[in-house]
């Protein structure tokens, strides 16, 4: 059973630009939820997806988006990066619909950096 | 708004001893209460979890107690390990948040056992 991954593992962006993150699930996990980590905070919920619908969002704006495929990937989409969207963003999978309380196994993340 | 608090933000703590690391939450509806150890360029990995109709709940040298009426749970590690050193953090997650799974977490406490 292979673990989550997320890539790329690092990421310079300039401020106005667009950026793509990319996360493959566990094989069988219908449900990714996304996180963006500021540094010395814990993680915050940005949205999840299930058989890819997004059904629960975070206090996010829209021009954070994502997609889920079939083949259990998915990506995290951010239009007009913003200083402040400097953080560690990490994906996590669970097996079934993301009952509350289900255990989500995490990706390493993606630490995006925007000047 | 933080609604799962963590107000130390290290601990140090000889091995063999016991380790408590603490938890505040403010939000009622919470009904799951999760523990996570990240080691550094890790992701998250759950550790151990309880729901709201316990008070206690134990898995090997880990045990998690929730005091309902306090909105207060703590994490106790004993013996401590210097494998244990990393940063847990305290999450909660409320079943009724709309079919999906939002997992709220705090800030961390960043454990470091001393042989």
């Known amino acids: 059973e292979t673990g989550v991954t997320q890539s790329p593992t690092h990421l310079i962006k300039t401020r106005g630009q667009q950026v793509t993150l990319r996360c493959s699930s566990q094989?069988?996990?219908?449900?990714v939820s996304w996180y963006q980590q500021a540094l010395g905070q814990g993680p915050q919920f940005i949205f999840q997806?299930?058989?890819?619908?997004?059904?629960g969002r975070g206090n996010f704006p829209p021009r954070f988006s994502g997609l889920q495929f079939p083949n259990y990937s998915s990506e995290l989409n951010v239009n007009a990066l913003e200083l402040d969207d400097s953080a560690l963003y990490l994906c996590?999978?669970?097996?079934?619909?993301?009952?509350?309380?289900?255990?989500?196994?995490f990706g390493p993340g993606t630490r995006l950096l925007v000047l | 708004d933080q609604q799962v608090k963590q107000n130390s933000p290290s601990l140090s703590v000889q091995e063999g001893r016991i380790s408590i690391l603490n938890c505040d939450y403010t939000?009622?509806?919470?009904?799951?209460f999760l523990w996570y150890k990240k080691y550094p360029a890790e992701g998250p990995t759950f550790l151990i979890s309880?729901?709201?109709?316990?008070d206690k709940n134990e898995d090997g040298r880990f045990t998690v107690f929730l005091n309902k009426s306090a909105k207060h749970l703590s994490l106790h590690i004993v013996p401590s390990q210097p494998g244990d050193s990393a940063v847990y953090f305290c999450?909660?997650?409320?079943?009724?948040?709309?079919?999906?799974?939002?997992?709220?977490f705090g800030t961390g406490t960043k454990l470091q056992v001393i042989p």
């Open positions: 939000n009622s509806m919470f009904d799951y």
């Open positions: 309880i729901s709201s109709i316990k």
């Open positions: 997806y299930y058989r890819e619908e997004e059904n």
């Open positions: 094989s069988g996990h219908n449900t």
């Open positions: 999450a909660a997650s409320d079943s009724g948040s709309g079919g999906y799974q939002k997992v709220t």
């Open positions: 996590a999978s669970s097996p079934t619909g993301g009952r509350a309380g289900e255990t989500q196994y």
